[in-house]
């Protein structure tokens, strides 16, 4: 079965760019996925189709999408970007989660 | 307001069953194929299973295949999860989720308690 790979942390400074991977083999071929998910709450699409931003969610999140890697960033990072950021795809009939990467904004 | 809500969690010992529920409201629900995904207390997201607009079309992830059942009832905007003999590794908070491209309504999740 097809997996996904991310960090399980990443810490940027306050105001400055984070990035986020997703690693898997060709996920370049695939669309992928992006939710926030903050303690105690429903996870939320940030990023959809490797670079779209549905509606209400700050133009501070941008997607990419290559090769074996796909990437969320966030510019000008605020304290309210902590959370734990999740990516997505599907494997013909069935859903993969990556493992889920803490951001951790300084 | 478009929401969805579970219901039916709680507290099962170990190879008892236990019946989820979601609400949709806010939208209209039957042509979309509806999901559950759980997660663990402190671990990531795991999908558990789907279902079509029309039920044709029914999938589930291997670690529940056999013992879960997926449902929905068009009519009354209701998706369901019937979960049978449920093990520890079943605890979690399960949310029901809408697909257009990705997920993008969850529910705020039910917990599932699986314990002696």
């Known amino acids: 079965s097809y997996e996904l790979a991310q960090p399980l942390s990443v810490s940027v400074a306050l105001g400055q760019t984070a990035r986020i991977t997703c690693g898997g083999s060709?996920?370049?071929?695939?669309?992928v996925h992006w939710y926030q998910q903050k303690p105690g709450q429903a996870p939320v699409l940030v990023i959809y189709?490797?670079?779209k931003r549905p509606s209400g969610i700050p133009e501070r999140f941008s997607g990419s999408n290559s090769g074996n890697t796909a990437t969320l960033t966030i510019s000008r990072a605020q304290a309210g970007d902590e959370a734990d950021y999740y990516c997505?795809?599907?494997?013909?009939?069935?859903?993969?989660f990556g493992g889920g990467t803490k951001l951790t904004v300084l | 307001e478009v929401q969805l809500v579970e219901s039916g969690g709680g507290l099962v010992k170990p190879g008892g069953s236990l019946g989820l529920s979601c609400a949709a409201s806010?939208?209209?629900?039957?042509?979309?194929?509806m999901h559950w995904v759980r997660q663990a207390p402190g671990k990531g997201l795991e999908w558990v299973s789907s279902?079509?607009?029309?039920?044709?079309?029914?999938y589930y992830g291997d670690s529940v295949k056999g013992r879960f059942t997926i449902s929905r009832d068009n009519a009354k905007n209701s998706l369901y999860l019937q979960m049978n003999s449920l093990r520890a590794e079943d605890t979690a908070v399960y949310y029901c989720?809408?697909?257009?491209?990705?997920?993008?309504?969850w529910g705020q999740g039910t917990m599932v308690t699986v314990s002696s």
């Open positions: 189709r490797d670079t």
């Open positions: 060709n996920i370049g071929y695939h669309n």
């Open positions: 806010g939208f209209t629900f039957s042509p979309y194929t």
């Open positions: 279902i079509s607009s029309s039920s044709s079309y029914i």
């Open positions: 989720a809408r697909q257009t491209e990705a997920f993008d309504i």
């Open positions: 997505q795809m599907w494997d013909s009939t069935t859903v993969v």
